[in-house]
């Protein structure tokens, strides 16, 4: 079982940036494929990232390409994103997952809220 918990969410001004964390407890995160999802009201969970094991292959989706990046530390069994140049779309509850199989993520956390006013 992994269990894992967002932090780093909040209010930004467009241009801005922030950093995501999600904390991983339980066994053997660094065996496992991470990712990153967001979620509006008006979208379901789309794809945002993904991060090998060794964190030596990522995969971003076009709309946050060269502007977000995806890393973790193994030691500390963390994830993170880093959000820059926000937009005002890029306003959703974001949401950590972990053991990617077959496309489908076995564990998800509870999600951080990022706003980016214009």
């Known amino acids: 079982q992994l269990r894992l918990r967002e932090s780093g969410g909040g209010l930004v001004q467009a241009g801005g940036s922030l950093r995501l964390s999600c904390a991983a407890s339980g066994r053997a995160f660094s065996s496992y494929v991470m990712g990153w999802f967001r979620q509006t009201p008006e979208v379901d969970r789309e794809f945002v990232a993904r991060i090998n094991w060794s964190g030596s292959n990522t995969t971003y989706a076009d709309s946050v390409k060269g502007r977000f990046a995806i890393s973790r530390d193994n030691a500390k069994n963390t994830l993170y994103l880093q959000m820059n140049s926000l937009k005002p779309e890029d306003t959703a509850r974001y949401y950590c997952?972990?053991?990617?199989?077959?496309?489908?993520?076995?564990?998800w956390g509870q999600g951080t809220q990022v706003t980016v006013s214009s």
């Open positions: 997952a972990a053991d990617e199989v077959g496309g489908s993520w076995h564990y």
